[in-house]
């Protein structure tokens, strides 16, 4: 009994341990394997880690619960640091805004992390936030917030020329949109339309901008009879006109530093009736002087001239001498805006910053029985002119049509008991050819009285041609052409005339003269053309942003 229970106790016990190695074996396996494990997993110095702040998908995450989204975020340490950044950065993602002592452990460790190594740099895919190596910020705690410094912003002063060229540019702006896109504003008085316009909504808009902002200084040096005044009856009596207008329109200022131009009141028409010696051959010295002399007390008392070189200056001269009297200040003639009826660009008149305006003939200084004449069908006489024989234009056109032709009526002097505006009035084309110079009163007289102008003249720029498209409502003739003078004239349909003459009754307006200037008048006319130069010049010595 003894043995065999004995052999059993060491059979069993036998049993009992080959029954638990596999066990032990298992155990051991697994107890090396997971330290080496985390050992192979966590080595790198440097790893990256991925969450989620957004949907977790059900399967994978076995509940259908929110888990963040993943997000890249590299830091130096060890798995126990990294599961505690983890940790946190879970926490900050979540929901829950409770407080954590899981997560305080954390911080305490990532923020000393954070001091020893670079700053994470963290990418987000929707609800993104950077945090850059090249800005660092300060982290005390990922579950704080903080504010970015603000730095201040230092607003500029602007001078006063600043300021109004600003608002040229608005201007500007304005005009362009009203060309490109044809918005036009309402107008009671007046809305310009029809093919007389090269753009009727841009001269529109820039007209309506003109009345809105620009300014005039006129400079009060000088006496009269030169300056501030001039003649109001001659061929010349534009002059005298706009400088009166001039002194006395809403558009000066007497605050220079809020003027956009500067007008200089001289009167040539003046300085050749006082100062022109015909008997001197220097003739041209004294009146060239007297304008050296108040362009140079101008420019010494004021800053204006010099800081713009007399850009943003402009004079008016209705007399043939213009011009030339302009030549006697080289910056006069180069840069300042010249307003002249002898506009010549043979003889240095340049489109681009000089204004052509018309000469008008004021018999009685105004208006007066000027205005008006007979329908189409009651006008008898083809074309007609009568005037002195100069220049190098009229010879031409009295050889090959003085007393040839009923139907063109060409006098070097009129009968006597004829009227020369009775002539006008019947006449369905005006020859307006020129003489010494370009410039003659017949276009406007031809205007007045709803005669068709035709123009015979060379190196010409007829007035306000920038606004207006002179084509339209006049003819053209070349000088060589003056023989078929009468095949070009029949060659216009009835229907064609009607149109000119109607287009020409219309735009008529731009060149009446006005004791009490009226809006779209000759007076405005002339300042809209001054008025689009200094839109299109920038003063030197600007910063433009």
Request: glycine residues 6%; charged residues 20%; hydrophobic residues 35%.
């Amino acid at each position: 009994m003894k043995v065999c229970s004995s052999w059993c106790s060491k059979a069993a016990s036998t049993r009992l341990v080959w029954i638990m190695i596999p066990f032990i074996l298992v155990s051991v396996f697994f107890a090396f394997g997971n330290s080496n494990s985390k050992n192979s997993t966590f080595s790198p110095p440097s790893s990256s880690w991925f969450f989620s702040s957004g949907k977790n998908n059900s399967a994978a995450g076995g509940g259908g619960g929110e888990q963040p989204e993943l997000v890249a975020v590299e830091v130096n340490g060890g798995a126990d640091r990294e599961e505690a950044i983890l940790e946190d950065y879970s926490f900050n993602s979540s929901s829950n805004s409770s407080f954590s002592p899981l997560t305080a452990e954390a911080d305490q460790e990532s923020e000393e992390q954070f001091q020893e190594t670079q700053q994470p740099v963290i990418t987000q895919k929707n609800e993104s936030f950077n945090i850059s190596l090249e800005k660092p910020h300060e982290l005390s705690s990922l579950n704080e917030t903080h504010a970015l410094p603000i730095e201040p912003k230092i607003k500029k002063k602007f001078t006063n020329l600043e300021k109004l060229e600003v608002k040229l540019g608005k201007a500007r702006a304005a005009i362009k949109e009203a060309a490109m896109y044809g918005n036009q504003t309402d107008d009671s008085d007046y809305v310009p339309s029809g093919p007389m316009y090269w753009n009727a909504k841009a001269f529109h808009r820039s007209y309506l901008e003109m009345e809105k902002q620009f300014k005039v200084f006129v400079y009060e040096e000088g006496e009269q009879p030169i300056f501030h005044n001039g003649p109001c009856k001659s061929i010349y009596a534009m002059e005298g006109n706009f400088i009166y207008q001039m002194e006395t329109t809403k558009f000066r200022t007497r605050d220079p530093e809020k003027a956009h131009v500067f007008f200089l009141p001289i009167s040539v028409t003046a300085i050749v009736h006082f100062i022109y010696d015909r008997n001197s051959r220097e003739h041209w010295n004294p009146m060239k002087q007297t304008l050296m002399d108040y362009i140079n007390l101008v420019s010494g008392k004021y800053p204006y001239w010099n800081r713009s070189l007399g850009a943003d200056h402009f004079m008016l001269a209705c007399h043939d001498w213009g011009p030339e009297l302009s030549k006697a200040v080289p910056e006069l003639f180069k840069n300042s805006i010249r307003a002249l009826c002898n506009a010549n660009t043979s003889e240095g008149f340049k489109p681009s910053k000089d204004v052509s305006f018309p000469e008008i003939l004021l018999p009685g200084g105004t208006m007066d029985g000027l205005i008006g004449g007979p329908s189409p069908s009651r006008r008898s006489i083809l074309a007609f002119f009568a005037g002195g024989l100069h220049g190098p234009i009229r010879p031409i056109l009295l050889e090959h049509w003085e007393n040839k032709d009923d139907d063109i009526q060409v006098h070097r002097y009129l009968p006597k008991g004829v009227s020369y505006y009775g002539m006008l009035r019947n006449s369905k084309f005006c020859l307006c050819p020129s003489g010494y110079e370009v410039a003659s009163p017949r276009m406007v007289e031809a205007l007045y009285t709803g005669c068709v102008p035709v123009l015979i003249k060379d190196h010409y720029v007829p007035p306000f041609s920038d606004v207006l498209n002179w084509k339209s409502f006049s003819v053209e003739v070349p000088v060589d052409r003056i023989p078929d003078l009468k095949k070009i004239l029949v060659g216009i349909s009835t229907r064609q005339y009607i149109r000119l003459q109607r287009r020409g009754k219309q735009v008529r307006r731009h060149f009446e003269v006005n004791m009490n200037p009226k809006r779209y008048d000759v007076f405005h006319m002339i300042l809209h053309s001054v008025w689009l130069r200094r839109l299109n010049m920038r003063l030197h010595g600007l910063e433009y942003l």
